[in-house]
């Protein structure tokens, strides 16, 4: 969405809603993104104070219809409660899904919370965390969110954004068969073909694959095999550098270790976040990582991204 509010179109909105590690700090808010895609917004994780956090950041949450954690420690889920109780405050009626590790196991432990009942369904969904392949847990009709297990202190995955390849039309070679722009390019994208002068034009003859957007999200976990599938090639990759160094006994990322990665994987950028407080000066973490990656930038809380298929 545009600051006019209005949807655009064939873009991916990210807004970092919370780039700390477990405790927050004045500048930084446990973990939290916000993605939308066209008109479906979703969240990556909901650390505590994230709702005040989407309001700072003028992102409507009430359009929230999916929340996936990545795992259950509390500065990645301890904003449901307050997010969904504010939601059914303000009468919201359709279903919100949340998926996780053993979502529904913690999805009805919140639930029995308290006194309030929500007025509209809350539908857990359980994502697998053993095993070392992407599998997708959700799927609309232009994209797919995939998971993969990651390696942290309990059951946690990471997720990935894959917007959905599309054909499209080259004009120029269109043109040879007496095709311009207008809306037979439009029924030739949606039908696979077309008749032109009584001839037939197929989107094989005059077209070519473009590809989506990708994007992965770590969450919290030590370098891993897994990282690798869950980052190869995408657009933009999202790690947990909560450390400068390696720290193998935190079980957690670390910048170099980030850095390596995404110059492994070939990732478009990449975005160290998930910070911990211990560091109040974040340049010498995004010095170390441009070393070894130069296409990388540092998140901060309420910084806001577009990816668009031209940008690649
Ligand atoms: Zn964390």
């Given at each position: 969405m545009n600051e006019q509010g209005q949807i655009v179109r064939d873009m991916l909105e990210i807004v970092f809603l919370g780039t700390g590690s477990g405790i927050p700090s004045k500048r930084r808010n446990p973990a939290s993104i916000w993605l939308q895609y066209e008109d479906d917004?979703?969240?990556?994780?909901?650390?505590?104070?994230?709702?005040?956090?989407?309001?700072?950041?003028?992102?409507?949450?009430m359009k929230i219809n999916r929340i996936f954690i990545t795992h259950w420690h509390a500065d990645h889920w301890a904003g449901l409660i307050g997010l969904m109780q504010t939601m059914n405050m303000e009468g919201r009626k359709k279903a919100l899904h949340i998926y996780g590790p053993e979502a529904e196991r913690f999805v009805g432990d919140l639930l029995d919370l308290d006194y309030w009942g929500p007025r509209f369904r809350v539908v857990p969904h359980n994502v697998p965390f053993e095993g070392s392949e992407l599998m997708?847990?959700?799927?609309?009709?232009?994209?797919?969110?995939?998971?993969?297990?990651?390696?942290?202190?309990?059951?946690?995955?990471?997720?990935?954004?894959?917007?959905?390849d599309v054909w499209n039309v080259d004009i120029q070679k269109a043109g040879k068969f007496g095709l311009h722009q207008?809306?037979?390019?439009g029924k030739l994208k949606r039908?696979?073909?077309v008749r032109v002068g009584g001839k037939l034009v197929t989107l094989?003859?005059?077209?070519?694959?473009?590809?989506?957007?990708?994007?992965?999200?770590?969450?919290?976990?030590?370098?891993?095999?897994?990282?690798?599938?869950?980052?190869?090639?995408?657009d933009l990759a999202i790690h947990d550098a909560t450390f400068l160094e390696e720290r193998a006994d935190r079980m957690h990322g670390d910048v170099k270790a980030a850095a390596r990665l995404a110059k492994k994987?070939?990732?478009?950028?990449?975005i160290l976040t998930h910070f911990s407080?211990?560091?109040?000066?974040?340049k010498p973490?995004?010095?170390?990582?441009?070393?070894?990656?130069?296409?990388?930038?540092?998140a901060e809380d309420f910084m806001r991204i577009r990816l668009k298929k031209s940008n690649r």
């Open positions: 917004a979703f969240l990556w994780d909901c650390g505590e104070g994230t709702q005040r956090q989407l309001m700072a950041a003028r992102t409507s949450f997708p847990v959700y799927e609309s009709k232009r994209f797919t969110i995939l998971s993969i297990p990651v390696e942290h202190t309990v059951p946690s995955v990471g997720y990935a954004f894959h917007e959905h207008g809306p037979l390019v039908d696979g073909k094989k003859q005059v077209g070519y694959i473009k590809p989506g957007i990708r994007v992965a999200y770590t969450g919290d976990t030590e370098p891993c095999k897994n990282l690798e599938k869950l980052c190869q090639g995408v994987c070939g990732v478009g950028e990449l407080r211990r560091y109040t000066e974040i973490l995004r010095d170390e990582a441009l070393k070894i990656f130069n296409r990388t930038r540092v």
